[in-house]
C-alpha cells in the first residue's frame, strides 16, 4: 500500500492490494500530502469492510486449504474439514465467507451439542476449535473485519480418566498379530511411541548398544531416548534380521496415509472384549509407569510431553504414592 501522486493533476492516490489480489487505486481528493496521509487509514478501513462482503466462501476455501497443505499437518487439514461439514450442515447456504460470524459458529455449536448423548464433547470442540483458527486466518489476511471469536461456546471434556489396557488385555492383543504388527503393539505400550512417530521411526533411530531408541521432533518438537523395555527389545533384534529397508515398521502398503497404521489395527481387534484404538496404547505405557511408582516427570520426558501438566491425567493411578508424601509429614508435639 502506497500514496503516489498524478502527475497531470497533481491529486494524491492510494494504491494497494484487495483480497482477490486485483490493484486497487483510489483517489484521495486532495494535493496536499498531509491530508492525504490522514485521509488514506479512512479509505482503505471502508473499502475494506466493502471487499469483506465480497469474498465468497469458495475462494477463502481454496486459499485456505493451499495454507494448510503448506504450513500445517494433515491431521489439522482433517479438523478443518470436519469443523467445515459440521458448519456446512448446519447452515447449508453459506455464500460469502462475512456470513459466518461468532453468533452464528456458537448457534452452530449449541445445536450440535444438544445432538450428542455423551455430557463431554471434545471432538466437537476440536471442530469448532478449527473453523475459529481459519476465521482468525481470515481476518489476518484482512478479508474480514476481526471479531471476537472467544465468545463461541466451548463445553466440558473429561480430564480425569484415560483409557489403558491391562497386561492381560495386551497379551490378547498380541495373539491378534503377526511378528511385524506385534512390533507396532510393543512400540506403543512399551516406548509410548505416537502413531505418528512409528511410522517415522528409522533403523538409524534404534541404538542396540546403549540400548534406547530415539524420537524425533514432532508433535512438542521436542527430541526424546527411550530405554528398550527387554520384550521390545527382543522384537527389534528379530526384525531387524529379516529386513532390508530403512523402516522399523514394515506393515502396510500406503505410508502416505495417515490411516495405515491405526484403521488396520482397530479392524483386526475389533473382535476383543474391550475397546481398542492405537494412542490408547501409548495411555498404556504412562498408566502401567505411573502404577508402578514412576513419578509424573520421568513420565513427562519418556512421553515427550511439552509440560507436566499434560502428564497429570495419570496422577490419579498413584493414590499409594499420595498416601506415602502425607505420612512422610512430621510429627506435631
Known sequence: MHIYTDKRTGIKYVSYTDPSGRRVRRSLGTRNKSVATVKISEVIDNQKAADSAKVPLVVFLERYRAFLAATRKPDTAAHFELGLKKL???????????????????????????KIKSPNAPGLNRAIRAIKTAMRQAEFWDLIPPQNWRKVSKFKES?????????????????????????????GCRAG??????????????????????????????????????????ALVAAKKKTKGVWVVSVGVN?????????????????LPFRCHLHKLRHTFASHLVQ??????????LLGHSSIQMTEIYAHLAPADLSVAIQKLPTIK
Not at 484415560?162 to 512390533?183: R, S, Y
Not at 508402578?292 to 520426558?301: E, F, I, P, Q, T
Request: a neutral charge; aromatic letters at 12%; proline letters at 3%.
Open 255 to 271: 505410508r502416505e496415509s495417515k490411516y495405515f497404521l491405526s484403521k488396520y489395527y482397530e479392524n483386526e481387534t475389533a473382535a
Open 88 to 114: 456446512l450442515a448446519f447452515k447449508s447456504d453459506l455464500e460469502f465467507l462475512n456470513e459466518i460470524t461468532p453468533a452464528l459458529l456458537d448457534e452452530c455449536a449449541i445445536f450440535l451439542k444438544s
Open 292 to 301: 508402578a511408582g514412576v513419578d509424573l516427570y520421568r513420565v513427562s520426558k
Open 159 to 187: 480430564k480425569g480418566r484415560v483409557e489403558f489396557h491391562t497386561p492381560a488385555e495386551i497379551k490378547q492383543i498380541l495373539k491378534c498379530f503377526n511378528a511385524d504388527w506385534q512390533l507396532v503393539v510393543l512400540l
Open 193 to 234: 511411541l505416537r502413531r505418528g512417530e512409528m511410522a517415522a521411526l528409522k533403523w538409524e533411530d534404534v541404538d542396540f548398544k546403549n540400548n534406547q531408541i530415539y524420537v524425533a521432533p514432532n508433535k512438542t518438537e521436542k527430541h526424546r531416548y527411550i530405554p528398550l523395555a527387554a520384550d521390545l527389545r527382543s
